[in-house]
């Protein structure tokens, strides 16, 4: 068997394992996400939490040990780092208000992003090929937007579970991708004689 081809199973088994592992954990989380939604709410906003203690721990670090840097960018490492820590403790310290903000600063974040999608896609009317699918998908974009935002906190149960769902039929559809990749890998290679 010559090395190009042993490169190529090996190539499409990693592969297969990726899709795999990749689709059983959003499986896994969609389903966790249905059956536990505020405990999983809770779950990872105690991650990002965690997350922005050791980030803070790292760019304090940074400010303190980086001698080659000049002396503001070493203050704005730390007092970056010790804002960071700060807000990790104080997520950590109540962390039914963390969740609650951080899906109010996501839901914002999401409408202000349609809002700027629909009026990106106006600007590009003159160049699209269909101005009317162009008008109305900006049209849509801005009104789902703009209702996303009044909605605020009302609208975190409809994403969460939107969330929820996409991830379960997305896991199965990489799990059946990386069943079916073997499969078509097998058949080209008898096919090729190999």
Do not use: C
């Amino acid at each position: 068997m010559s090395e190009a081809v042993t490169e190529a199973k090996s190539l499409v088994k990693s592969l297969r394992v990726f899709l795999a592992v990749s689709g059983v954990i959003a499986l896994i989380a969609g389903i966790v996400m249905l059956v536990w939604p505020v405990k999983t709410a809770f779950v990872l906003t105690g991650i990002v939490a965690a997350y922005l203690i050791v980030a803070g721990v790292v760019y304090v670090g940074l400010g303190i040990f980086s001698a080659g840097k000049s002396g503001w960018a070493r203050v704005g490492h730390i007092v970056l780092g010790v804002l960071y820590i700060v807000a990790g403790v104080i997520a950590f310290t109540n962390i039914q208000t963390a969740a609650i903000a951080f899906a109010l600063v996501t839901v914002i974040f999401i409408g202000v992003s349609w809002i700027f999608d629909g009026v990106v896609s106006l600007t590009l009317m003159g160049t699209d090929g269909s101005k009317t699918w162009t008008l109305l998908y900006a049209l849509l974009s801005i009104i789902a937007g703009i209702a996303v935002i009044s909605l605020g906190l009302a609208a975190v149960p409809f994403f969460w579970l939107f969330l929820a769902i996409s991830l379960v039929v997305l896991g199965i559809a990489q799990i059946v991708r990386a069943v079916t990749i073997g499969k078509d890998a097998k058949a080209v290679a008898s096919a090729a004689g190999i």
